[in-house]
């Protein structure tokens, strides 16, 4: 066997504690002692046992509430054990902290103190506990850890942090979002310290309770806000629109609508409230309005006419205008700041004058097409000599029609061609014609009636008494009468329609019948190529003048009678005796003269035809008709031809009148119709 290593002497002596100091306070004490384990009493201690609960070699000295902490081998072979004993660390807070400062400010000192405290007994102390010697600095964080060295079964190390509260005010800077130039200012603060109030240019504050001891503040601030500005292409009269934001007091009203003299035009503004102190206004508007133009025909007074039709945004309250070349100017309101305008311009001709439109004014009644021309004039135009020139020299025989329409203009009418047009117009139309010819007296027969009458008549009487009458009575009576009428023999003129001609033309002066017919036959002739031998109208004349007389018959007629009486009495008495005779011849004569109207016939001459019935008897009378004969009339028969029948005259236009003439066929067939 190999002997046992003996282990050398240990040091310090195992019969002797050395003492060891530490901490800067001289009753912290550490008491290093070596032991023999080879000793036959020799057994482990407990942690934390007393020194005074172990014996100890007599020269130890006596640490009675020094405790156990560290017990280890100091040699290869184990003999020698080293203990070491501690007592609890006193009055450690006036040496045993480290000063630091927040964020450099001299002015806001952080201590760091560890303790080394026994385990058993270790209890945190509350967030915000003043420091032992500093009670500005209150305890933010506190770390219990175990002692990694020869302490560690009995002892843990501490670590209470106390900083001053609250810390500097740290101010960065930075640009935000909106881009304003933003002052961030970070503090450490007590614990639930509230975040700044809300303000108009406080753009943020909160307190992060990063632990229980304290909390980071951090705010934020601007010295004003930046306009931002948005832009925009609109399609329409707004053209390039701005939108405006910005953070304003909620008490800010929004912007006026308006229209500003720099054209500049506030569509929209509102504020919206983002917070109990702030809030957003925007505002959008055009800078830039546009005139919208587009070139167009467009109705004007003379018709379709090249024009500009601009649309823009004008102010409210503008005027519309009114010009030689303006046709419209309508301002329509938007609200109470602003209107849309709509204007249309005549494109001017060439020599900068309205341009001329050319049409033709077509009368479908009478069949005549009048080509014009239209034109606008300046209304002072027509007070002088300009105007004839501006119409390309008009004559006389060019009418001239103005129609004013505004103060500024005044619509020109003219007919280059009206005059030609007029003189030479004629149109022919079949027309029927009602006609009613004269009647024709053939011949005339006087009718007498003869009459006669013959009458006897005879009395007698006688008587006897104291006398004696008697008488004799007789009568005869003769008579004779004529009476007479008229009978015609006529021969009924045409009384209906026939074929005839409606003859339209125009003449500026009156036109007796004649011109007219002339005038028809010319016009006509000279619209069928100039040959007479188509010219309907060339036996055209004037309906014949027929000379009216009042014819009358008279018939002479009468009576006439004869009467003869006889009478004879006589009478016989005693006073004596008479007698009577008598004889009576009487006559009466009666004419009569009856006057028969002849009707309004024509006729040649002729002889009045008698004729009689009946006779006279004995008592002869005068009958007879005067005149005996008719004269011829002038015409005596009505001739035939084509005769203009009717003129109507109206008033026309351009100091044109219109005549309307009637011309009937009258030929032998209508003559020869109808005997009465």
């Known amino acids: 066997m190999q002997p046992i290593k003996t282990t050398n002497a240990m040091n310090p002596a195992p019969a002797k504690g050395i003492e060891s100091f530490p901490t800067p306070v001289i009753d912290d004490v550490v008491i290093s002692e070596i032991v023999n384990s080879w000793k036959g009493d020799y057994q482990p201690l407990e942690y934390g046992v007393l020194w005074k609960d172990v014996s100890h070699a007599p020269n130890q000295g006596s640490f009675p509430e020094h405790k156990l902490v560290f017990q280890e081998p100091t040699s290869e072979d184990g003999q020698w054990v080293k203990r070491i004993w501690v007592n609890d660390r006193v009055n450690q807070d006036s040496y045993n902290y480290a000063i630091k400062y927040s964020a450099g400010s001299q002015e806001h000192p952080i201590y760091i103190r560890t303790y080394i405290v026994p385990r058993e007994t270790y209890a945190p102390l509350l967030d915000g506990t003043p420091d032992p010697l500093f009670p500005g600095a209150l305890l933010v964080d506190e770390e219990a850890v175990r002692n990694e060295g020869e302490l560690d079964s009995k002892y843990i190390t501490v ?130 309005p546009k005139q919208l133009g587009a070139t167009s025909l467009y109705p004007s007074p003379i018709g379709e006419v090249s024009a500009v039709i601009t649309n823009s945004i004008v102010p409210a309250g503008t005027l519309p205008e009114n010009g030689l070349f303006i046709l419209k100017d309508t301002i329509t309101p938007i609200d109470q700041y602003k209107s849309e305008r709509e204007t249309v311009t005549v494109v001017p001709a060439e020599g900068g004058v309205w341009p001329k439109v050319y049409g033709v004014d077509l009368d479908e009644q009478n069949g005549v097409s009048l080509p014009y021309i239209e034109t606008i004039l300046p209304t002072s135009s027509i007070f002088n000599s300009s105007t004839k020139e501006f119409v390309d020299n008009i004559e006389d025989y060019i009418y001239q029609i103005y129609t004013p329409i505004d103060e500024y203009k005044i619509k020109l009418r003219y007919y280059p061609e009206t005059y030609f047009i007029l003189k030479e117009y004629i149109r022919v139309s ?142 016989v008495s005693l006073n004596g005796s008479s007698n009577a005779l ?62 203009l029948m009717s003129v109507d005259t109206a008033p026309y236009r351009f100091g044109f009148h219109k005549y309307t003439c009637i011309i009937a066929d009258i030929r032998n067939n209508y003559l020869n119709q109808g005997l009465l």
């Open 582 to 643: 008598s004889d009576n011849t009487s006559y009466n004569v009666s004419v009569s003269a009856n006057s028969v109207l002849i009707p309004e016939t024509l006729h040649g001459q002729i002889e009045v035809t008698t004729k009689t019935i009946g006779s006279l008897g004995q008592i002869n009378l005068t009958y007879a008709v005067s005149p005996p004969a008719l004269q011829a009339t002038e015409p005596p028969e009505f001739p035939p031809g084509l005769y």
């Open 159 to 288: 670590t209470r942090v106390y900083e001053t509260l609250p810390g500097p005010e740290v101010p960065t800077k930075r640009y935000n979002e909106r881009g304003d130039l933003e002052t961030v200012i970070v503090q450490t603060v007590p614990p639930f310290t509230p975040p700044d109030p809300d303000g108009l240019l406080v753009t943020g504050s909160q307190v992060v309770q990063e632990e229980m001891g304290k909390g980071v503040k951090t705010t934020s601030t601007v010295q004003d806000h930046s306009l931002l500005l948005s832009k925009e292409k609109k399609d329409g009269l707004l053209g390039e629109t701005i939108t405006t934001d910005d953070i304003v007091d909620p008490s800010t009203p929004p912007d006026e609508l308006n229209y500003s003299a720099t054209g500049e035009i506030v569509l929209a503004s509102e504020v919206k409230q983002i917070s109990k102190t702030k809030a957003v206004k925007r505002t959008i508007s055009s800078v830039t």
């Open 430 to 571: 079949g027309q029927e014609v009602q006609i009613k010819l004269p009647d024709e007296l053939l011949d005339i027969t006087a009718y007498f009636g003869l009459d006669n009458g013959l009458g006897e008549g005879s009395s007698e009487g006688s008587g006897a008494g104291d006398s004696y009458n008697y008488s004799v009575s007789g009568s005869k009576t003769s008579s004779s009468s004529a009476t007479g009428d008229i009978y015609f023999k006529i021969k009924k003129g045409y009384d209906g329609p026939i074929n005839g001609y409606k003859v339209e033309l125009f003449e500026k002066y009156p036109l007796d019948r004649n011109s007219i017919i002339k005038k028809i036959k010319n016009l006509y002739e000279t619209q069928i190529s100039g040959s007479p031998l188509n010219n309907i109208f060339k036996d055209l004349q004037p309906y014949p003048n027929i000379k009216r007389v009042t014819e009358n018959l008279v018939i002479i007629g009468g009576s006439k009678s004869k009467s003869i009486s006889t009478s004879e009495s006589a009478s």
